[in-house]
């Protein structure tokens, strides 16, 4: 049985090498020939728009998947419309696609959000900043990844810039969250319904990229974690969604406001090939092909360190005691991600030197 | 940077899933297209003896291993003639291809072995056997497995069938060894000469063929686990040995006797998968790169359930609470290693009742 995917990247890499634990093959489609997924499964270059292309996965394979949030529907319809299933279904891809959407969506289902007004031109934005208050965040709907496309308004007076930081494109603004920290937690539903979910996850940015990722996130009262799993399994459930699902939140004085969704593994579940008993990418693939769910239980704690820009000799962080690299096997660019490195142990104190050690070789 | 590796099947396969994770490339040489290394690594079709395809391994890795331990010697001096390292190195093949030039190594290293002698016609067997007693072992010097190519004496009677089982090959005989278990150890050793152990594995065999391994094995006390890794840390040593090597024990009243060896990753350590911090085949890769070493230990109690001849449903397999399974890829056939399952726990007791369940579903 072949498993298609969307995209060759680093994601698509490591759900080819999971689902090759359990015996199965990978054909990816991806414009770059220099995909790193096309190391370790059978590589198809062509646009995703590419239609003979999109026809030989459907022909090819069982179920497709995709790696990326910014997958354009009509790829997703036409090859289910060869009657090939396509997981994560086709309406969580447009919620997840178009920031309105997707918070409206979370306020039907009564997950807290900021307030938030679509914006489709300057003066919506000044109404919607009286009614706001600032400061405020204005992003565009469609096509945001690592920060990008965003802009913050302390004043009035920012008005002009942010409209022209976001291309005059349709936007929402929301109020700026004054956030604790960053978490995130991972559900995966399987075809017959099942959901589970992940332990909660505190994440680190810096430039809006993902650096470390501390998995369970320390200091988590059970009521909070329990009601991180609810949010994510009742999303889940709402998008008769099936595979593995990320939700970003923040933590404000001990409750959460939900940021983001992303219909796909995500990279601050990387740490689950070390740190659970089932990783997300396992857990996507066992989701997508109908078969039983993974305990999602942690062994131990876990950090995960991104390996961005420039990869530093294997040597060093390979004698950092218990450090598991993973190389994606990518050509060294500024803010791109080479990698990621995990360390794992009983507590997240016993891992504190390691994390310090591996933060100053990864730089 | 590339690895080579001689041989195309499961072991291949995992070591090339293992080093995919470290940013290595693999390029593997198999006499059969159907290799299950291909669909996780590039496949080169051809015999061990093939001229050009060797050349074409040395001109494109830089570093070759292999997962098989009667690969020719030859193949592997035609690598190292064109300049590229073979690890781990020939002369490990060469004892291991030989049983008794293996023992005799064994011997020399003072590691109890069952007495020995060397076979070449049917009357050096007759005063062998007059010398060790009965019951005893004929076994062919070269090329036996899975309990091929071997016949047991408890008579003088039996001398012409055994001699008649092992073909007239030079062989060797052993005492028969009345042992309660069978047990087995894992070494690595680094290029820079740094070697380290996993736990004494507890394995169960049924028709010549590993069925089912418990690591580490139950009721071991540190004293033989000591033992068990001064031996095969010695043998690596001895042998200026780089890459993971097995060591096949029998636990006989308290002590070990040493069975046999096998210089490459085993299906005894399987297990390390899931069940230590690196795995064997990690560890092997790490080993021929010259990078740093990663720990060996568990990470609580395992059990390896190997599939054969049949897959069973992988929906029945995955029901069993924390069963990791790894499908290989080939296709059924009576006998043949399909892929295995790994269950892990706090305790090798925790995890009785869910061996017997896989196993049952395993047949």
Redesign the interface.
């Known amino acids: 049985m072949t498993i298609g995917v969307l995209g060759g990247g680093q994601l698509g890499?490591m759900l080819?090498?999971a689902g090759?634990?359990?015996?199965e093959?990978f054909l990816l489609l991806d414009p770059s020939a220099e995909s790193p997924a096309g190391?370790?499964?059978e590589l198809r270059v062509g646009a995703y728009d590419d239609e003979a292309a999109l026809a030989e996965l459907a022909a090819r394979c069982s179920v497709v998947t995709y790696e990326f949030e910014s997958v354009p529907v009509a790829a997703v319809r036409a090859i289910e419309a060869r009657g090939v299933p396509v997981f994560p279904p086709p309406n969580a891809l447009e919620t997840a696609q178009d920031r309105f959407v997707e918070k409206s969506f979370f306020q039907a289902l009564e997950i807290p959000t900021a307030p938030f007004a679509k914006v489709d031109s300057k003066d919506d934005l000044v109404r919607a900043l009286d009614q706001l208050g600032l400061p405020a965040v204005l992003k565009t709907r469609r096509f945001g990844y690592d920060g990008k496309g965003q802009a913050v308004l302390h004043t009035k007076e920012d008005v002009d810039a942010a409209w022209a930081a976001v291309g005059g494109a349709p936007s929402i603004v929301e109020t700026f969250v004054r956030f604790e920290r960053e978490l995130s937690i991972l559900g995966v539903r399987g075809r017959e319904g099942s959901a589970m979910s992940y332990a909660l996850v505190e994440n680190h940015h810096a430039g809006g990229i993902l650096r470390v990722s501390y998995a369970p996130a320390p200091r988590i009262d059970a009521a909070l974690q329990v009601k991180a799993s609810a949010y994510v399994e009742r999303i889940a459930r709402e998008l008769s969604y099936v595979g593995v699902i990320a939700l970003e939140l923040f933590e404000v004085r001990g409750e959460l406001v939900a940021n983001e969704m992303a219909p796909r593994v995500h990279n601050s579940g990387h740490w689950t090939i070390e740190g659970a008993?089932?990783s997300q990418f396992e857990n996507h693939v066992?989701a997508i092909l109908g078969?039983?769910l993974?305990?999602t239980a942690c062994?131990g704690a876990s950090a995960m360190i991104n390996v961005i820009g420039e990869?530093p000799e294997?040597?060093r962080l390979?004698?950092v005691?218990?450090a598991?690299?993973?190389?994606?096997?990518k050509d060294a660019a500024p803010g791109r991600k080479l990698?990621h490195v995990t360390v794992r142990g009983a507590t997240h104190e016993a891992l504190v030197d390691r994390i310090e050690r591996l933060r100053s070789i990864v730089g």
Chains 1, 2 share one sequence.
Not at 20 to 23: F, K, N, P, R, V
Not at 324 to 329: Q, T, V
Request: proline share 3%.
């Open positions: 890499r080819a090498l090759a634990t359990l015996g093959r190391h370790v499964g008993e089932t066992r078969l039983p993974g305990s062994i990869m294997r040597e390979l004698r005691e218990a598991h690299l993973h190389a994606y096997g990698g």
